[in-house]
Structures are given as structure tokens and as C-alpha cells.
């Protein structure tokens, strides 16, 4: 007989029957590999589609600027104040005030002495206001009067502490000698500077102890 490489065809046969078991027997006990339910992936492509966080707001300088949460802002009596004074803020020297009249008559109204502290807040919140202002068309924080010492010039470059006024965003806005001033930003007072608020007929005069004339 013709001998072939595994030798007479009946071991052949038999040598053949049984890897083909072994084959059976090894396939039937091998772990099915596990599917990932679709579910998952359903998530994770949920996940990725979230919308992002939206960005803090950037908090703003102490300068001309003005505060809007508890973290920038300066809160009194539980009110957060819509600003917060610069480091160059000092009271004065200088024994400033505001005579009050109604516009269109003589009479001193009244006589604010604003010279004891570096800022006073003007406004409707008589909880927090400096000055109380009454009229309905103010807002509740109108504006502030805040006093900065900042290098002079003309005095050699000597800290000069003066006057300036801030409108804080109101409603219908704040008046330096009858021009709307813009809203966030400081203006120089000088002596005899006339302030009005919104739609109120009372006019501010800033002058000092000595002064009897806005002249």
C-alpha cells in the first residue's frame, strides 16, 4: 500500500475523527467576547453634546468702574453697592458742600456738608444713601460723589485730593452744568459746579466753607 504522511489511511481516518473532535470540544468552551450595548454609547454621545458652561463675566477694576454681584461688589445692610472706591480715595482737607436750591428761586433748599468721608453715595435707598434724593424719576443708587487724591501737575506733582462725581448707570441720568455725563466714569468737579439728577428740578452747588456765591 501507498503509505501517505500520516501513515495507513485507516489511522489516518481516526487521527483525523478525533482532532475534529478536539476542534468541537475546544470551540464549544472558548468565552463568547462581550457586546457593549448600544446604550452606552447612546450616553457618552449624550455626553460630548452637552452645552458647555457658559463663562464667567470678566469682574471689573475699582477705577470708573462699576460693581454687579457680591464678589465685585462692596455690600452695606445687605445691598450690594454698584461701586467701590478707588485706592486713591481720601476725604479732604477742604471743608467742601452742596447748597440746594429748586431750580428758578434764590433760597438755599438745604446745605449738605460732604467733607467727613472720601465718598457719599446719592440715591432713592434711603437705607444706603449718603444723600437721600426723593424724586421717582432717580434710581435707587444714583450716583456717587467721590473724593481722589491723584498727583498734581501744576502743584510739582503734590497729591491734590478733589472732587468727582460718578453716575452709576442710572435710569435717567446724571447732569454736570446741564450736560448728561456718561455712566461709569469719573468727572472733575471744580468750585461752583452745578450737578442736577433725572427729571428733579433741585440743583447741587458744590462750593467750600467760605464761598456765599457760586462766583
Given at each position: 500500500?501507498?503509505?501517505?504522511?500520516?501513515?495507513?489511511?485507516?489511522?489516518?481516518?481516526?487521527?483525523?475523527?478525533?482532532?475534529?473532535?478536539?476542534?468541537?470540544?475546544?470551540?464549544?468552551?472558548?468565552?463568547?467576547?462581550?457586546v457593549?450595548?448600544?446604550?452606552?454609547?447612546q450616553?457618552k454621545?449624550?455626553?460630548?453634546?452637552?452645552?458647555k458652561?457658559?463663562?464667567?463675566?470678566?469682574?471689573?477694576?475699582?477705577?470708573?468702574?462699576?460693581?454687579?454681584?457680591?464678589?465685585?461688589?462692596?455690600?452695606?445692610?445687605?445691598?450690594?453697592?454698584?461701586?467701590?472706591?478707588?485706592?486713591?480715595?481720601?476725604?479732604?482737607?477742604?471743608?467742601?458742600?452742596?447748597?440746594?436750591?429748586?431750580?428758578?428761586?434764590?433760597?438755599?433748599?438745604?446745605?449738605?456738608?460732604?467733607?467727613?468721608?472720601?465718598?457719599?453715595?446719592?440715591g432713592?435707598?434711603?437705607?444706603?444713601?449718603?444723600?437721600?434724593?426723593?424724586?421717582?424719576?432717580?434710581?435707587?443708587?444714583?450716583?456717587?460723589?467721590?473724593?481722589?487724591?491723584?498727583?498734581?501737575?501744576?502743584?510739582?506733582?503734590?497729591?491734590?485730593?478733589?472732587p468727582?462725581?460718578?453716575?452709576?448707570?442710572?435710569?435717567?441720568?446724571?447732569?454736570?452744568?446741564?450736560?448728561?455725563?456718561?455712566?461709569?466714569?469719573?468727572?472733575?468737579?471744580?468750585?461752583?459746579?452745578?450737578?442736577?439728577?433725572?427729571?428733579?428740578?433741585?440743583?447741587?452747588?458744590?462750593?467750600?466753607?467760605?464761598?456765599?456765591s457760586?462766583?
Amino acid at each position: 500500500e501507498e503509505a501517505s504522511y500520516y501513515g495507513p489511511s485507516d489511522d489516518n481516518d481516526r487521527k483525523r475523527s478525533r482532532r475534529q473532535e478536539q476542534d468541537a470540544d475546544d470551540s464549544s468552551s472558548r468565552p463568547i467576547p462581550r457586546v457593549e450595548p448600544e446604550e452606552k454609547e447612546q450616553n457618552k454621545s449624550d455626553e460630548e453634546e452637552k452645552p458647555k458652561q457658559p463663562q464667567c463675566k470678566p469682574n471689573f477694576g475699582l477705577s470708573g468702574a462699576l460693581a454687579k454681584d457680591m464678589q465685585s461688589g462692596n455690600v452695606y445692610k445687605g445691598v450690594v453697592l454698584k461701586f467701590k472706591e478707588p485706592p486713591e480715595a481720601r476725604a479732604p482737607n477742604t471743608q467742601w458742600r452742596f447748597y440746594v436750591f429748586k431750580k428758578g428761586q434764590k433760597d438755599v433748599v438745604e446745605i449738605l456738608h460732604i467733607s467727613k468721608q472720601s465718598a457719599y453715595l446719592m440715591g432713592r435707598n434711603t437705607e444706603i444713601a449718603d444723600i437721600p434724593m426723593h424724586h421717582p424719576s432717580l434710581s435707587s443708587q444714583h450716583a456717587v460723589l467721590q473724593y481722589r487724591a491723584l498727583p498734581n501737575a501744576s502743584a510739582g506733582g503734590r497729591l491734590s485730593c478733589q472732587p468727582y462725581i460718578m453716575d452709576l448707570e442710572s435710569t435717567n441720568g446724571t447732569f454736570l452744568n446741564g450736560v448728561p455725563i456718561d455712566s461709569a466714569r469719573y468727572y472733575q468737579l471744580k468750585k461752583g459746579d452745578i450737578l442736577t439728577f433725572g427729571a428733579s428740578t433741585r440743583e447741587y452747588v458744590l462750593l467750600t466753607e467760605n464761598s456765599t456765591s457760586t462766583g
